[in-house]
């Protein structure tokens, strides 16, 4: 995920919580919720479809001695849980990596009980502020949101979500966008560089001319002065 895992990324879920709720936190592994609500008297369960990330999140977890989380590996479609079981449904990032994220939204209505809360947070790279966004930037990053979009993701799936929340089953859709910080301008570069050089590396994206052009924007970037970069991610809430 190029755009970073903000510190602050739950913020918004946070004064929702309430003693004694069963929260969902489906996707990422970095634990950002589950660890950052330890000192609320609530459990939640930390689900990824990665093992290894998984498994560092349940490290981070005995680390910081938070005993109120667990961890458990599943795709976010399959949930290994009985409906209408879970409080409140927490997910960031995750939306825009699915080729079907409807699939994964119906299953977090399934499993949310009557009344729960549905938090999800997205981003949208079409509003990604990037100063100086020169014409490198520009080609480095039409590169990235093809890789994105052939591997099934949405580069943009922030403006979609709403859309997407609604159509699964969920009311009283409330959402709102909000700039973070997240990597550096300069360590955006680098990476964006990184995963556009692995691609060309290959014997498809080798002969993509669209991918060799932005590869070489990437590498001027990536050598070029300093700047501003700060994600827009749509955060919204609705009801099961």
């Avoid at 489906?26 to 479809?49: I, K, N, Q, S």
């Avoid at 859309?163 to 969920?170: H, L, N, P, S, Y």
């Amino acid at each position: 995920m190029l755009e970073g895992y903000a510190a602050d990324a739950a913020g918004f879920v946070l004064p929702l919580l309430r003693p004694g709720n069963l929260v969902l936190d489906v996707g990422r592994g970095e634990a950002t919720l589950t660890l950052g609500t330890a000192a609320h008297p609530l459990r939640v369960l930390g689900v990824d479809a990665d093992l290894a990330r998984a498994a560092g999140a349940r490290a981070a977890a005995r680390r910081a001695s938070v005993s109120t989380v667990d961890y458990l590996v599943a795709a976010p479609d399959l949930l290994p849980l009985p409906s209408s079981s879970v409080d409140i449904v927490y997910s960031h990032a995750l939306l825009g990596e699915l080729a079907d994220p409807g699939a994964a939204l119906t299953e977090f209505a399934r499993v949310l009980r009557p009344g729960g809360t549905l938090a999800v947070s997205a981003a949208d790279w079409s509003r990604a502020r990037l100063r100086p966004k020169t014409a490198n930037v520009d080609a480095a990053l039409r590169g990235r949101h093809l890789l994105h979009r052939r591997s099934g993701g949405d580069p943009f799936a922030g403006r979609r979500v709403a859309e997407w929340v609604t159509r699964a089953g969920f009311y009283d859709v409330r959402s709102r966008t909000r700039y973070r910080e997240g990597v550096g301008y300069q360590e955006l570069a680098r990476r964006v560089e990184a995963q556009l050089a692995a691609a060309v590396q290959t014997d498809e994206g080798a002969r993509d001319q669209q991918l060799a052009s932005a590869a070489r924007s990437a590498w001027m970037w990536a050598r070029g002065g300093s700047g501003d970069f700060a994600q827009c991610w749509t955060e919204l809430l609705a009801t099961r």
